[in-house]
């Protein structure tokens, strides 16, 4: 109980801290924030979408309070900070000897992730792309592995997958980035938006089970991650398929609550309302 109260009071001061910079005096990236919101809520008012940016700088400014949670949680309390809900999913199909691909996107605190190795029965690799600074990038890398999260670059996966290890493990993809080329385009949001496809090109290759991940908040610092399949047969899946029902969920969850979602990033940054 004193550990709870200790560390809620942390984060509470942490968190003010950071919201005061990022909002009061930085305004970082403010009017990102209002033009993806804009656009993504067409039927909301200036005031609404005003609302929904505050709401998400206090959620975004929490994340960053979090970060030293994660850092120095024990191993025994991660079950306190993360209510995994669908692990049996996982356990089913690794016991079949089949890899899992957990697909979620930038909503919540995906962070969280971390701490998936210390409440799933198998190995874990969680596929990044490395940070543009170097200190920060080496800082998240520690953070992510303390509970033995294995880290794979982008170009790494493929070959380790194809490799079809035993036994196989579970590979964590935060699918809503931006491809570095223009592939295939989904109306997400109310607009023409490049996605991701390889994650899907490797489910098939595989035979891999592919399931959908969401955060949502409990309490101060504490986060429930609920897993919901998307398909345990990706060979017999249409083409584009898997990636059409993820970004309808990813859709479908932002929808209920705006603010968990990253609006910093620069999704749409490439003008594709022409192609």
């Keep these: ?3 709870n109260y200790k560390t809620s009071v942390y984060t509470g001061i942490t968190y003010r801290i ?3 910079l990022l909002y ?6 403010y009017t990102e924030v209002i033009q993806n919101l804009s656009r993504s809520f067409p039927e909301k008012s200036y005031e609404e979408i005003k609302r ?3 709401e998400f700088y206090h959620h975004f400014s929490r994340l960053f309070a979090e970060i030293p949670v994660l850092m120095m949680l024990p191993r025994g309390r991660v079950a306190k900070r993360l209510v995994l809900e669908g692990a049996a999913l996982v356990e089913q199909y690794q016991a079949e000897g089949r890899p899992v691909i957990i697909m ?3 909503y ?3 962070e969280c992730l971390s701490l998936l190795p210390a409440l799933l029965p198998c190995r874990v690799y969680g596929v990044f792309k490395p940070l543009s600074n170097r200190f920060f990038d080496r800082l998240m890398k520690k953070i992510r592995s303390r509970f033995g999260l294995q880290l794979l670059s982008m170009e790494e996966v493929p070959r380790h997958m194809l490799q079809r290890r ?3 493990g579970a590979y964590i993809f935060v699918s809503d980035q931006s491809p570095p080329h223009c592939k295939h385009i989904v109306d997400f949001l109310h607009q023409p938006t490049s996605v991701i496809t390889g994650t899907e090109r490797l489910a098939r290759a595989t035979n891999a089970v592919v399931l959908y991940a969401v955060l949502h908040k409990t309490k101060a610092c504490q986060w429930k991650m609920s897993l919901s399949l ?3 047969e990706p060979v017999n899946t249409a083409p584009f398929e898997i990636t059409h029902i993820f970004n309808a969920r990813l859709e479908n969850d932002i929808r209920q609550r705006p603010a968990y979602w990253l609006w910093t990033h620069r999704r749409w940054k490439n003008n594709l309302s022409a192609i």
């Design 1 to 3: 109980m004193a550990t």
């Design 18 to 20: 950071i919201y005061f």
């Design 24 to 29: 009061k005096v930085m305004r970082y990236r």
């Design 52 to 54: 929904i940016a505050l």
């Design 104 to 106: 979620l996107g930038h």
């Design 108 to 110: 919540g605190n995906w």
């Design 166 to 168: 035993q036994p196989p």
């Design 230 to 232: 998307i398909t345990d």
